[in-house]
């Protein structure tokens, strides 16, 4: 089974800088659409940014636009989420996802179950 590990949250003061990572063991994760969600309490997951399997385009929710950059470094099997000029707002906790698609920042069709995710806070 797919198991997907998220790491690299922690508390920040607005306007610092995070970089998650998330490694999944039986995938490589050039051959998938990959992503991240994140989640608040009460709210549903929401899409944050993706990255598409065939030619690399990422794709972003507006509020991240210009702050985040998601990547991937194919050497060490491992996704990424730069966040920069972090916000209180952006405080929750972020999950990893590989699937089939990236459409509207949003990884489809997952090849996993949900992962324990890594908690971001921002403080004001």
């Known amino acids: 089974q797919v198991e ?6 922690g508390l920040v003061e607005a306007g ?27 709210k549903e997951r929401e899409a944050v940014s993706c990255i598409s399997r065939y030619y690399g385009d990422t794709h972003y929710q507006a509020s991240v636009k210009g702050r985040f950059t998601v990547t991937r470094d194919n050497a060490k099997n ?8 972090l916000e209180p707002e952006d405080t929750a906790m972020y999950y990893c996802a590989l699937g089939a698609y990236c459409s509207d920042a949003r990884v489809t069709e997952l ?5 324990q995710g890594t908690q971001v806070t921002v403080s004001s």
């Open 4 to 9: 997907v590990v998220e790491s690299g949250g």
């Open 16 to 42: 610092g800088s995070l970089r998650l990572s998330c490694t999944a063991s039986r995938l490589t994760i050039d051959l998938f659409a990959a992503g991240w969600f994140r989640q608040t309490p009460g």
């Open 78 to 85: 491992t996704l990424h989420l730069q966040m920069n000029k």
């Open 111 to 115: 090849h996993h179950s949900w992962g």
